[in-house]
């Protein structure tokens, strides 16, 4: 990949979108080495369905700069099933003044985390293995922002997410255009875990001939989750709230 030619396709990319005011000359350093592993890693650990530069600017770096207004400055964010590190790797590039944890239950995608935060030296960026459902024992209820990208429908995320968020914090579920229907189906679990209504937020990606259209689900925290939930994961996959 030609870094010339990644550069500038960013930067249209970011100017394109109207967010071109957070893209640093380091942070596009950055994400050019963040893709080109992505890129070449890929291969090994099956990481990502999108493998072109072009389509990993719009539909990767993009699509997780466009979170970041949503945050705010200072907070401690957890970001659950980061999978290859989205949203989490682009937001720890764009912005320093947050502190992000990635968990995911696959080992060697946070293995692939853990290295590319190294790489990058992301110091605001901590990598953790293991199930949210699980994990969560010794974090409840200590972050201000939960974030997650396609990681499960709304009921399932709900319960996976909300008990790491203390009260007054907020779930950034993000989502592609079925946001709405799941958004309803969830209002009940939402409510028994100590969430209040939930919003949907249009986010759109213009990119070269289309507009791609995503939501974020953006959910309160008004009071704490009660103590049984999370439940084992076989409930709650089999008997969402
Ligand atoms: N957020 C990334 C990855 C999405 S794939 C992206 O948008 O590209 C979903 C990821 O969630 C997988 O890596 C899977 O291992 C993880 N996952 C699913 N259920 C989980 C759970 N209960 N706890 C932790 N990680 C989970």
Do not use: W
Not at 63 to 76: E, F, K, N, W, Y
Not at 79 to 91: E, K, R, T
Not at 170 to 187: F, I, P, T, V, W
């Amino acid at each position: 990949m030609d870094k010339s030619t990644f550069i500038s396709g960013l930067n249209r990319a970011f100017s394109q979108n109207g967010i071109s005011r957070m893209l640093t000359r380091e942070a596009g350093e950055k994400f050019f080495l963040m893709t080109e592993r992505l890129i070449t890693e890929n291969e090994k650990y099956n990481l990502t369905a999108i493998r072109e530069p072009e389509k990993i600017i719009y539909l990767h770096l993009v699509d997780c700069a466009l979170l970041s207004p949503l945050i705010p400055r200072g907070v401690a964010v957890v970001d659950i099933g980061c999978g290859a590190g989205f949203p989490s790797l682009p937001l720890a590039i764009l912005r320093d003044d947050i502190k992000i944890t990635a968990l995911d239950a696959t080992a060697k995608r946070t293995a692939y985390v853990k290295e590319t935060a190294a790489m990058l030296r992301l110091e605001n960026l901590t990598v953790v293995t293991g199930r949210a459902e699980d994990i969560v024992a010794g974090m409840r209820e200590s972050f201000d922002i939960a974030v997650s990208r396609a990681v499960a429908e709304m009921r399932i995320m709900s319960e996976l997410a909300l008990p790491f968020v203390r009260v007054g914090g907020q779930l950034l579920a993000m989502k592609g255009n079925r946001g709405k229907y799941e958004l309803s189906d969830a209002k009940r679990a939402i409510a028994m875990l100590g969430g209040r209504g939930g919003e949907c937020l249009d986010i759109k990606i213009s990119a070269p001939g289309e507009v791609i259209e995503h939501t974020v689900i953006r959910v309160r925290k008004e009071t704490k989750t009660p103590a049984g939930y999370p439940r084992a994961y076989a409930q709650i996959s089999k008997k969402p709230l």
